[in-house]
């Protein structure tokens, strides 16, 4: 079915073989140090000229061994140390391991705990997708987007604050349900906001969509197809890029996704065009959700009963919900005590930064920073 | 317009033009050779205009200074030098090259001695200001002929180059 | 001795040809000097409008409004340590940015700031501007490859097959241009920058409007085309700093990167000029031939002093909306002074002695400041290029118009 | 085939370890399940078998997912599923780097998170958690130690 060897990346580092003309093959190395790369992602090029040979990714730089602290943390302490992988979309990593836990342990959230939930992880995925289109933005040459992005996601880190105390690692969701209360004026917050924001994207939009140089920089650049997609595991908006209408949202839906009305936004060719407009209808349809969910928000507990004393029975669970970046798993054993006996966290930059080497193979420089953009990877999720 | 100083300017340039061109052939490195080769062509473009030829000094600077010397520049960069470097500065032809230098030498002492005869040195300068309009004449009326076949010779080598270079058409 | 430096005075040429060694080095020293200023400020005024641009204040801690900015950074980059690689070509290294600053600043040699006030008219102007801004692409060559790094040799590399690919559609564009000089009784052109303008006076139409419109996609050509050569976004590729860091001046540091940047704004100011100079005018007012007689001369001339006292007013405006806080004392007085200096200048424009002979240097600068701003807002506006369309542009879409623009200036001057 | 069974609603199947690799391309060829989610391992101490390989399926037909399990003691190694699924190209990596299993027939199987001159295997149970390769650190930080 599929030639595994398309999709090898490791390079022959060698020193390559020059004639006396033709020795115009550099190995380039990008990163960790880099403006380009995210964070601390290293990526070997082999250059023929301005053309990519191939590229390997050496990553590891940021990790901190989260899965190993996870066991000798309790399900609770653990629960802030999962804000720290993917840290611009935090409250998304902390809904993923508080359902995972609940699961483990048969518990549900109550209703305004989801739909507070729903609120708060709807709001970080557009926040997360304005840092992507900032950056993405930046990454091709285009600096002003970065800023207008960052003017609307001030908004939502605004609402992140008064409600949690916190703006970035948020450690918003217990498990069991949320801790805090809305603040008052929580819903006239969120409320403000769905009507500030759309004419704000509407604004990004205007920049680029039609834009030129834009278009010529994006479309047709780091192409990938739905087959390929699912046989290297890529996720989230790069695999509806491709014309996969697949979230998990709608698949196997997770809190009370069920409930809200939205579309899931596709793509057609795969290429960054493509998934800079998949990212861009995402937000409009987070807002949709949002709305829904702010006008339908009931009343009542927002805490479930959780023993004091985290102890799950034994066995293993494996939770998945649709974070920004694509499908982010917790995978979780217990052993009976009050410690996970092993957390694994399967990370959708991770996975997703595999396609990096078939996606800018015979592509110019250039396209690698724009690839890497589109993949919008977070280095402190990819090494955890 | 009054000239300055023009001995020494002319001192000058002669002096640069000679130690850039000894620099070229002296150089082991061929990124040193190119910089000097450039500046003997600037200084030449100085000495153009000391001869009231601003039209070929102002041709010289774009077309060798500006144009050629970068894509010469640009091709000893891709080049691999280490190699360059271990191979011999003068190969086996330097008799050649040598008795071909001699020769040249002595067509110059001698046109130094006899030339003021064959090319005399009180003859009109053109003005100034219409410099350019002359050179275009000529270009395009006694020469014509001329520049129209260099001008093919270099579409030849347009064309040879790019089959030369590209390995599909 | 004085009267050898009075003489000067009554003559109606430039110093150059007068052949009045002590005016050319005054004019040197001033347009070195004018040009200087003009980079600082311009500086200062990209920083401002791109942060305007982008919902930021910009400088504003170092003097009002940021105003003692670039004289901060230069002190700044004038003291920091001067890092050569050890891996470099020291010679090499040094000499690059040196290169690159002497072809920016050569340049204003032959830029007609009015009828009299250029250094020297040469009789090959065009050519030699174009010749010498076309040398700093040596400086980028070298300053990429003595580096010895991958980055600032690839950066080094896009420089220079950029640089020489768009000097040709620039050199048929600045050609039409003129071409259009030669369209007089005598049927003779000019390359002269002064005789340029003066065909455009004599003609009676900036070239830009000449045969509408192949002026204009002329001026287009150039205007892209002068963007590429001074490496500015969206033409930015050599430092691309998402790509390549910062191209063939990433291993740079201190003075002699401030010397890259020094080059950098000198050359686009002085590209501007040249499209000032070929297609607008240069520094003829609006209308020299329209709205003639006294009081549209006297209206004309007012101009500069009026703008100068307009942009004091702006500065006293500046400092009434100052918080009054003892903290902002010292901005406060500083921005107060700044607007006074604004308005002396203005009043001493009005004088008539100095206002005749000034007023074609504020129209020049004026015109070519519409182009500085551009600068800035394409910076603003547009993603970069990659490298292949960058070629694609220049080779396939420029150079044929440009072309097509020369052939039908041709045609359409033998027809005329 | 030791188990095949549910728990919380989530299936897996427990096999033997010889057909586990023909199993995981059946799976995949004739049921369907084209999109390997995960690639992990849990480390037992105690059992005879000390790890257990897990892979985490899901087919996108049938909307659908499952986990297969599988024991392999310490030492021994495993079948590649990289011409399976390629995106086990990267899973097995840090597998191999986080547990020391080796893959047979991976084309590249070195380190992946972790410096590629580490010594120890970080996610056994036997491996402290401020544990570290002092010499690797000493060598290659400058430094007496990383803590």
């Known amino acids: 079915m599929t030639d595994p060897t398309a999709y090898l990346s490791h390079l022959e580092l060698g020193e390559p073989d020059k004639t006396f003309l033709d020795s115009n093959e550099l190995i380039i190395n990008m990163g960790p140090q880099h403006p380009a790369t995210h964070g601390v992602l290293r990526v070997i090029l082999k250059l023929d000229g301005e053309k990519v040979l191939g590229t390997e990714c050496v990553i590891g730089y940021l990790h ?51 739909y507070i939930r729903v609120i708060l992880t709807e709001l970080n995925r557009l926040a997360s997708h304005q ?37 970035l690692t948020t450690h918003a969701f217990r498990i069991g349900g949320c801790l805090y209360e809305t603040y008052d004026g929580f819903e006239r917050d969120v409320k403000k906001f769905l009507d500030f924001v759309p004419p704000k994207i509407d604004e990004y939009e205007e920049l680029l969509t039609t834009n030129r140089i834009w278009l010529e920089r994006t479309k047709n650049v780091g192409k990938i197809s739905a087959a390929d997609c699912k046989a290297l595991g890529v996720t989230g908006p790069v695999l509806r890029a491709s014309g996969v209408k697949w979230d998990i949202r709608k698949a196997q839906p997770y809190a009370n996704y069920s409930e809200f009305d939205f579309e899931i936004p596709t793509g057609v060719n795969g290429d960054t065009y493509d998934r800079y407009m998949v990212r861009m209808e995402e937000m409009r349809q987070s807002l949709r959700i949002i709305r829904q969910a702010v006008e339908r928000i009931p009343e009542g507990p927002i805490m479930a009963k959780v023993p004091r004393v985290m102890k799950p029975p034994v066995g293993e669970i494996y939770h998945s919900i649709e974070a920004p970046k694509g499908e982010l798993g917790y995978f979780i054993v217990s052993d009976g005590s009050t410690q996970p ?3 694994r966290v399967r990370p959708p930059s991770f996975v997703n930064l595999q396609a990096l080497d078939i996606m800018v193979r015979g592509a110019l420089v250039a396209d690698v920073v724009a690839v890497i953009g589109t993949l919008d990877i977070v280095l402190g999720e990819v090494d955890r | 317009m009054t000239p300055v100083a023009t001995p020494f300017f002319f001192y000058l340039l002669a002096g640069l033009t000679l130690v850039s061109g000894i620099l070229v052939i002296t150089r082991k490195n061929p990124v040193h050779s190119a910089l000097a080769l ?25 077309l060798y200074a500006g144009g050629i010397m970068v894509l010469f520049l640009f091709v000893i960069m891709l080049v691999n030098l280490q190699r360059s470097q271990r191979e011999e500065q003068f190969n086996k032809q330097w008799l050649v090259g040598l008795v071909a230098a001699v020769a040249l030498g002595a067509l110059f002492v001698f046109v130094y001695i006899k030339g003021s ?49 590209k390995k599909r058409i | 001795m004085l009267d050898y430096i009075t003489s000067y005075l009554s003559m109606n040429t430039t110093p150059g040809q007068a052949g009045n060694v002590f005016w050319v080095v005054v004019y040197i020293m001033v347009v070195f000097g004018g040009v200087s200023v003009a980079v600082m400020a311009m500086n200062w005024l990209e920083r401002k409008a791109l942060a305007h641009f982008q919902i930021r204040l910009g400088p504003m801690r170092v003097g009002p409004h940021g105003l003692l900015q670039p004289i901060a950074d230069a002190v700044k980059l004038f003291t920091k340590e001067d890092i050569i690689p050890s891996e470099a070509d020291k010679l090499v290294f040094w000499i690059a940015p040196l290169i690159i600053l002497c072809a920016s600043f050569t340049v204003y040699i032959v830029i007609p700031f009015g009828p009299t006030h250029a250094i020297t008219d040469l009789n090959i102007g065009i050519l030699f501007m174009l010749g010498v801004s076309s040398l700093s692409v040596l400086g980028v060559v070298m300053a990429g490859w003595a580096s010895n790094s991958h980055y600032p040799l690839i950066g080094s590399l896009r420089s220079s097959a950029q640089m020489i690919s768009y000097e040709i559609a620039m050199g048929m564009a600045v050609i039409s241009a003129i071409l259009m000089t030669s369209l007089n009784k005598t049927g003779t052109g000019t390359l002269s920058m002064i005789g340029i303008v003066q065909a455009q006076q004599q003609q009676q139409i900036w070239f830009v ?22 490496n500015r976004a969206p033409f930015d590729l050599p430092e691309a700093e998402s790509e390549l860091t910062a191209g063939f001046h990433t291993e740079y540091s201190g003075l002699r990167w401030s010397l890259f940047m020094l080059g950098e704004y000198a050359a686009m100011i002085a590209v501007s000029s040249i499209a000032v100079t070929l297609w607008l005018g240069g520094w003829l007012r609006p209308f020299p031939n329209t709205l003639t007689g006294e009081t549209w001369d006297l209206v004309f001339s007012l101009l500069p002093g009026f703008s100068f006292l307009a942009l004091a007013a702006f500065a006293f405006i500046g400092v009434v909306r100052m918080p ?56 603003a506006t547009f993603p970069r290029y990659r490298f292949d369309q960058l070629m694609k542009v220049g080779w396939k879409v420029l150079l044929p118009i440009a072309i097509g623009v020369l052939i039908l200036t041709a045609i359409m001057g033998v027809i005329v | ?71 392999i003691a310490d030492g021994e190694s495993f079948p590649s599923s990289v011409e399976i699924w390629p995106t086990t190209n990267w899973l097995e990596r840090e597998v191999y780097d986080m547990f020391g299993i080796r893959f047979d027939g991976h084309p590249d199987l070195k380190r992946i998170l972790l410096p590629d001159g580490w010594k120890g295997y970080p996610l056994r149970k036997d491996y402290g958690i401020i544990q570290q390769d002092q010499e690797w650190v000493q060598i290659n930080l400058g430094i007496e130690s990383g803590q």
């Open chain 4, 1 to 71: 085939m030791h188990e095949a069974n549910t728990y919380l609603g989530q299936n897996y199947l427990v096999l033997d370890a010889s057909i586990t690799a023909e199993a995981l391309r059946i799976l995949r060829d004739e049921e369907q399940f084209d999109y390997c989610v995960d690639l992990t391992a849990t480390h037992y101490p105690t059992r005879e078998k000390q790890f257990e390989l897990i892979w985490i399926l899901y087919s996108f037909a049938r909307n659908e997912r499952i986990r297969v399990k599988t024991m």
């Open chain 1, 64 to 114: 901190r061994g989260v899965e190993k602290i996870a066991e000798h943390r309790t399900y609770t302490m653990f629960n802030p140390y999962v804000d720290r992988m993917d840290y611009v979309a935090a409250v998304s990593n902390g809904l993923g391991y508080c359902e995972a836990v609940e699961k483990l342990l048969n518990v549900q959230a109550p209703p305004r705990a989801n």
């Open chain 3, 209 to 230: 409007f000449k045969f509408f419109p192949l002026g204009f996609i002329a001026l287009g050509i150039f205007a892209i085309a002068m963007i590429a050569e001074t």
């Open chain 1, 341 to 343: 006996y092993r957390v």
């Open chain 2, 38 to 62: 450039i500046l003997g062509l600037l200084a030449q473009a100085g000495l153009y205009l000391m001869l009231y030829a601003p039209f070929v000094a102002g041709v010289q600077i774009i």
């Open chain 2, 117 to 165: 005869t064959l090319f005399p040195a009180n003859g009109p300068i053109p003005a100034e200001n219409n410099n350019t309009q002359l050179v275009g004449e000529l270009l395009y009326g006694q020469y014509m002929f001329a520049f129209e076949i260099a001008s093919l010779l270099l579409l030849v080598a347009i064309i040879g180059a790019v089959v030369m270079a």
């Open chain 3, 324 to 379: 009054k806080h003892p903290y902002f004392r010292i901005q406060t007085i500083g921005l107060a002074g700044f607007g006074a200096v604004l308005g002396l200048i203005g009043l001493v424009l009005f004088i008539p002695p100095v206002r005749d002979r000034i007023q074609d240097i504020f129209w020049f600068v004026a015109k070519v400041a519409v182009f500085m701003y551009l600068y800035i807002w394409y910076r």
């Open chain 1, 131 to 167: 840092l992507w289109l900032g950056t993405h933005a930046l990454d091709i040459g285009a600096m002003t987007p970065l800023f207008y992005t960052f003017r609307d996601r001030e908004e939502i880190l605004k609402i992140f604050e008064k409600y949690c105390g916190a703006r």
